[in-house]
């Protein structure tokens, strides 16, 4: 009578299935987790990049505020320089001749292409 390999305590195929001598058991390889590091970046160091993570939205949006209002006092006080700069140069002329000068004139009617020649 034929019987199956596998139910049979002394084949291979039973130990292999069953485990059987299996002395050594290798261990699984572990895998390296990933971790998050902080790093200084060109324009901040890690303690302002901390800091500025730290704050609370209103602060955060109180220092824009006040950086936004710096900036635009700062080019207004260059426009006002310009403006009384270009005072100077001109010494205060009329603005009429200007608007004059601005006034487009009408164009010459374009003469019509040779015929054969590109």
Same mark, same amino acid.
């Given at each position: 009578?034929?019987? =199956? #390999?596998?139910?049979? =305590?002394?084949?291979?195929?039973?130990?292999?299935?069953?485990?059987?001598?299996?002395?050594?058991?290798?261990?699984?390889?572990?895998?390296?987790?990933?971790t998050k590091v902080q790093?200084?970046?060109?324009?901040?160091?890690?303690?302002?990049?901390?800091?500025?993570?730290?704050? +609370?939205?209103?602060?955060?949006?109180?220092?824009?505020?006040a950086a936004l209002r710096?900036?635009?006092?700062? =080019?207004?006080? +260059?426009?006002?320089?310009?403006?009384?700069?270009?005072?100077?140069?001109?010494?205060?002329?009329?603005?009429? #001749? +200007?608007?004059?000068?601005?006034?487009?004139?009408?164009?010459?009617?374009?003469s019509k292409p040779v #015929?054969?020649?590109?």
């Amino acid at each position: 009578m034929k019987r =199956n #390999p596998r139910k049979l =305590n002394w084949t291979q195929l039973y130990r292999k299935m069953h485990k059987k001598g299996a002395t050594e058991e290798v261990a699984k390889k572990r895998t390296r987790r990933t971790t998050k590091v902080q790093r200084a970046i060109v324009g901040a160091s890690l303690d302002v990049i901390k800091q500025k993570r730290a704050m +609370k939205p209103e602060q955060r949006a109180a220092a824009r505020e006040a950086a936004l209002r710096e900036i635009k006092e700062r =080019n207004r006080a +260059k426009q006002d320089a310009k403006k009384q700069e270009k005072a100077k140069t001109t010494g205060g002329a009329a603005k009429g #001749p +200007k608007q004059a000068q601005s006034i487009k004139q009408p164009k010459a009617p374009k003469s019509k292409p040779v #015929p054969g020649k590109r």
